[in-house]
């Protein structure tokens, strides 16, 4: 690691500290104890925020700012204590707090991906394959859950397509299966019948190739904390963040559509495509609005849903002349 002393304080360069929020956040600190601000409350107010949104203890896992149009929102990001202890992983309880406190358990090392099905070269890939497959980019995409909330996370990571042009695909095949691991031996959540497990979730071969879909390896510049899906997962921004299967263990190339989890549990309500859609409700509740996590003050209005969560741009053409409410 590099080091700089600078009046007296010890930081790393610049060029080391991926996220950009962590970044201005302690450029704002450092700007103010250069005037003096050191030990006021503004200061202080400061120090705390950067200390929200910086990462962990975690290996690092840098990402070169990415190119792939869309990749970089502009949206301030969640801070990491948010992004990391309100999670969705039902492998670990229901409970949004239940991840972070029970994850721990899950073993990520050795791990493989076994890649098969309509492809000329099936293969398993082990952890560190992946791991170098290509070059790690960061990316910040808006995430929105099917509950109504939604976050903004510097992810680290690349286009699921990379790995897919490895693997070449046969004319076969028109679908891609992710499974995620079950372990009763590491995840309590399987114990409670919230799901048919493994958690399996499924995209067309064009959704999956396009490069805003992620094949995701860390966050705020760290590996995942097993609490958002260590060690890969998936980050798909345009679609309900169930689509988002974590801790993946297999990717099956298929004819057929696959029938994800949730579809497989309450079809009425979720849907293959699980596109983030503001005009199609969930049969319980509106998908017009959303709260943003980190917004929560008293007066803070909730934010107006994006069409395809604001990526209309990128994803739009994949879905032309489909009847959005049929398809949902
Ligand atoms: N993947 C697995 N294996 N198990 C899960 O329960 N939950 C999904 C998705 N991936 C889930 C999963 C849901 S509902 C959401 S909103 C996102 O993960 C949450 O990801 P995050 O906790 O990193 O924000």
């Given at each position: 690691m590099h080091v700089l002393k600078d009046r007296g304080f010890t930081h790393r360069t610049p060029s080391e500290i991926t996220p950009a929020a962590v970044y201005h956040a302690r450029r704002e600190w450092l700007a103010r104890a250069a005037l003096g601000l050191a030990g006021t409350g503004l200061a202080s107010f400061a120090a705390r925020d950067a200390l929200a949104q910086a990462p962990g203890k975690l290996a690092a896992l840098p990402g070169a700012r990415?190119?792939?149009?869309?990749?970089?929102?502009m949206d301030k990001a969640t801070a990491y204590a948010d992004v990391t202890s309100y999670n969705n992983f039902y492998e670990f309880g229901t409970d949004k707090s239940d991840p972070a406190r029970?994850?721990?358990?899950?073993?990520?090392?050795p791990w493989t991906v076994s890649v098969e099905g309509e492809i000329k070269k099936p293969k398993v890939y082990d952890l560190a394959e992946l791991l170098k497959l290509a070059p790690m980019e960061e990316r910040i995409y808006r995430l929105r859950c099917v509950e109504g909330w939604s976050m903004v996370v510097p992810w680290v990571g690349y286009s699921l397509a990379e790995l897919i042009r490895q693997v070449e695909p046969t004319g076969n095949a028109k679908f891609v299966q992710f499974t995620t691991l079950a372990d009763k031996t590491q995840m309590p959540g399987l114990r409670g019948g919230s799901l048919d497990w493994p958690y399996v979730e499924g995209l067309r071969l064009d959704e999956a190739m396009n490069p805003l879909a992620l094949l995701g390896f860390g966050l705020y510049g760290e590996v995942l904390p097993n609490q958002n899906g260590a060690p890969v997962r998936l980050v798909l921004p345009w679609k309900y963040g169930f689509k988002s299967a974590k801790s993946i263990v297999k990717i099956r190339f298929t004819e057929k559509q696959p029938v994800g989890s949730w579809e497989r549990s309450q079809p009425s309500e979720y849907g293959?495509?699980?596109?983030?859609?503001?005009?199609?409700?969930h049969p319980r509740w509106s998908q017009a609005s959303e709260r943003r996590i980190g917004e929560d003050g008293l007066f803070t209005k909730r934010r107006p849903t994006l069409m395809f969560n604001g990526y209309e741009a990128q994803v739009g053409q994949l879905y032309a002349g489909m009847d959005l409410k049929k398809f949902y």
């Open positions: 990415s190119a792939v149009p869309g990749a970089m929102v029970t994850a721990g358990s899950l073993k990520t090392r293959f495509y699980s596109n983030v859609n503001p005009q199609v409700d």
